[in-house]
């Protein structure tokens, strides 16, 4: 095997260095980095196939990882806190003692890099930040769960993602709502803002002064430090008739987007299964990959979160304003979906359903022309009400609570499963549209 090129970085390296030197053979030391953001440049130049850092370089987080793995470089942390070395384990990083003999740390730096190509050749050098959806199988094809602490199958819960195309179609409308209807009836409900785009969740609930709980989620899930204590201190505790419902909120200004990154994301998912019933994403309106929108393919996207969460889903909605604009829309955007998440099944619902818009008979109309233009059927219909929608938003809560009766209040509870008249339900009832 030939000579492996690595860098170093970290104070702990130093003597690291000397002894892998005298090794004479396996790996060599090419460059030693005095920044994280030099070792990065280094790796991205190509000259290193592995790096080594000392855990007090700076933060070490799943994003440098993956930046690391994106230019086909392995990384390997030195570390002998028992906290530290636990949050790398969480993250999925190797490490190993700064007491490691230099032929074994040499034997290890050399599994490290041939499981990387290993990759590489299973998936193709693609950039995992370039192709959100890459995080994912790269974690697969390590023997990797997408969080280690994944609660066992019976006590997990569902992820649904409320998507629809641009142009408000009703994609927070609906997600509060399904969100509210199951907390109501009973289960433990999170409702996680990942829109970052236009964000209303917090808007919509009357709770504009409050910081990104989504943001500081996926910051601690980067670190590798959340957990469900971290995970309930991120979010907001909302009264919903009675009941409890925990809101992750959006960021608070669009360019803080870069706040939630897809791998992170994917671990906030995990981690919220084993914490409520039903985990209900609002997502943001593109699924365009969008690397080729960048000279830097190892520039993070805009688009990962919601790609993220539509892989997660496992129950997606489709919403499209039901009008002459907002059919073909939705048409064009399902089939964008179908080419950025193979195998998604979206629920499709027509929102805002009025005659004025579609002619008298507006669900029967809707459905010919669905089934002459649009893939699949229509699985619900949702009316155009209004005075209620707008009560709910001068309320700042949910419809089951300003327009109890309202039509658009009992097609959503229908739609949840939760009978528009039914305050409480067993906990166990994880219906929120889990179809």
Not at 82 to 105: D, K, N, V
Not at 340 to 366: D, M, Y
Not at 386 to 409: F, K, T
Request: aromatic share 2%; proline share 5%; hydrophobic share 45%.
């Amino acid at each position: 095997m030939s000579t492996i090129p690595i860098v170093t970085s970290g104070t702990g390296t130093a003597e690291l260095v000397q002894g892998l030197e005298r090794l004479q053979g396996p790996v060599t030391v090419i460059r030693r980095c005095g920044e994280l953001t030099e070792l990065i440049a280094a790796c991205q130049s190509g000259m290193a196939r592995a790096a080594i850092v000392d855990d007090d370089a700076g933060e070490l987080t799943a994003s440098l990882a993956e930046r690391l793995a994106a230019s086909g470089v392995a990384l390997v942390v030195l570390a002998d806190d028992e906290e530290s070395r636990a949050r790398l384990e969480t993250l999925g990083i190797q490490h190993a003692p700064r007491s490691l003999e230099s032929s074994a740390l040499a034997a290890l730096v050399a599994e490290a890099v041939a499981g990387q190509e290993e990759l590489f050749t299973a998936r193709g050098s693609a950039s995992s930040l370039a192709d959100p959806a890459e995080i994912l199988r790269r974690w697969e094809l390590a023997g990797h769960e997408a969080e280690p602490a994944e609660p066992p199958p019976d006590t997990r819960g569902t992820v649904v993602a409320v998507w629809g195309p641009a142009g408000a179609p009703g994609r927070t409308t609906l997600a509060l709502n399904l969100a509210a209807e199951a907390a109501a009836a009973g289960s433990r409900v999170l409702l996680i803002d990942a829109d970052t785009y236009a964000p209303s969740i917090a808007a919509a609930l009357g709770l504009t002064g409050e910081s990104a709980g989504v943001a500081q989620a996926c910051r601690l899930a980067d670190q590798g430090l959340l957990d469900p204590a971290s995970l309930t201190g991120a979010g907001l505790s909302v009264d919903i008739k009675g009941q409890r419902m925990m809101v992750l909120t959006g960021i608070t200004r669009s360019d803080r987007w870069l706040e939630i990154r897809g791998s992170a994301l994917a671990r906030v998912l995990e981690q919220s299964r084993g914490a409520a019933d039903i985990i209900v994403v609002d997502c943001g309106f593109s699924v365009e990959a969008d690397e080729e929108l960048s000279f830097d393919t190892m520039a993070p996207r805009r688009n990962a979160a919601t790609l993220i969460a539509l892989e997660h889903a496992d129950t997606i909605y489709a919403v499209g304003a039901a009008d002459p604009v907002g059919v073909p829309r939705l048409v064009r955007a399902l089939g964008e979906l179908e080419t950025a998440v193979p195998g998604a099944a979206p629920l499709v619902v027509l929102n805002k359903v009025r005659r004025s818009a579609a002619g008298r008979g507006p669900e029967r109309q809707l459905s010919q022309a669905w089934e002459r233009y649009g893939p699949g059927k229509i699985d619900a219909f949702l009316p155009a009400d209004w005075d209620a929608a707008d009560a709910a938003l001068l309320a700042g809560a949910a419809l089951l609570e300003a327009a109890p009766a309202s039509s658009l209040r009992t097609a959503i509870a229908a739609l949840a499963n939760v009978p528009a008249g039914t305050r409480r339900r067993n906990r166990r009832s994880r219906k929120a549209g889990a179809k």
